[in-house]
């Protein structure tokens, strides 16, 4: 368990990530974390266009890492699609599908039929939060994808920060990484990613509470946009 003493500690020992390095600090990042934590790292990657860069980079760094997939059911097929993509060009990862313990019909007989329209709190702690906890339980600390351009609420993400929800460190190499720059990165190594990236979806995430963004100023706008939910909860403190 990640204490506040050990995670004081812990800030005096971390080396200044250079954020003017050619990956913005993401490798040089992501290379301390493995050091660091080895087999107790994981990344829960959603396999949007920033998990394609990550995944790029985390292959660099530790070609068989492990990596979760929170698949609640209610994913795309493009999303699925792109998985197999992924599977097939980094075929020493460990990418593995954490499922959560109700299925679609199960959770309906029990909170009612579409739950993510009722209570979609609910539904994100069934599919998403409880399943994420039990991939992390292993672990001391894993790796999101969070750049501070994305939201207001992602602004002071530090390539390190102590995740009081989950109590693990969390570690986020792509903090000063900009929308464009990610792009930019996934052109240039020719990188394979969901398709509906180019249909409108800056921000993807289960089918039923995904919609094309209404404005590129705020890419996550097209997430359970009118129910005045924002995040699912894997990276808020409660
Ligand atoms: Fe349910 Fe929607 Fe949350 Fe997915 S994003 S778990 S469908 S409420």
């Known amino acids: 368990m990640i204490t506040f003493e050990s995670w004081n500690e812990l800030q005096n020992q971390v080396p200044d990530f250079p954020a003017d390095s050619e990956t913005k600090?993401?490798?040089?990042?992501?290379?301390?974390?493995?050091?660091?934590?080895?087999e107790k790292l994981v990344y829960a990657c959603s396999f949007g266009i920033e998990g394609i860069v990550?995944?790029?980079?985390?292959?660099?760094?530790?070609?068989?890492?492990?990596?979760?997939f929170l698949d609640t059911h209610y994913h795309f097929k493009e999303t699925y699609e792109t998985i197999d993509k992924v599977k097939a060009r980094y075929?020493?990862?460990?990418?593995?599908?954490?499922?959560?313990?109700m299925t679609i019909e199960e959770q309906a007989a029990q909170f009612g039929p579409d739950l993510f329209?009722?209570?979609?709190?609910?539904?994100?702690?069934?599919?998403?939060i409880i399943p994420l906890q039990k991939a992390l339980a292993p672990s001391t600390a894993w790796i999101s994808g969070l750049r501070?351009?994305?939201?207001?609420?992602?602004?002071?993400?530090?390539?390190l920060n102590l995740d009081n929800r989950f109590e693990k460190i969390k570690v986020c190499p792509l903090i000063h990484w900009?929308?464009?720059?990610?792009?930019?990165?996934?052109?240039?190594?020719?990188?394979?990613?969901?398709?509906?990236?180019?249909q409108g979806y800056p921000?993807?995430?289960?089918?039923?509470?995904?919609?094309?963004?209404?404005?590129?100023?705020?890419?996550?706008s097209g997430r359970w946009s009118g129910s005045g939910k924002t995040e699912c909860g894997l990276h808020t403190t409660s």
Request: net charge negative; aromatic share 8%; hydrophobic share 30%.
């Open 148 to 159: 501070r351009e994305q939201s207001e609420s992602r602004a002071n993400t530090n390539y």
């Open 54 to 68: 990550l995944i790029d980079l985390i292959a660099q760094v530790k070609p068989d890492a492990e990596i979760v």
């Open 203 to 220: 921000s993807i995430g289960c089918a039923p509470c995904t919609k094309p963004a209404f404005s590129m100023d705020d890419i996550r």
């Open 178 to 198: 900009t929308w464009k720059e990610v792009w930019r990165y996934v052109t240039k190594h020719e990188l394979d990613y969901n398709v509906l990236h180019d």
């Open 117 to 128: 329209a009722t209570n979609p709190n609910k539904c994100c702690e069934i599919r998403k």
């Open 25 to 38: 600090g993401a490798l040089e990042t992501l290379q301390w974390a493995y050091d660091t934590y080895g």
């Open 91 to 101: 075929p020493q990862l460990n990418i593995r599908m954490q499922q959560p313990e």
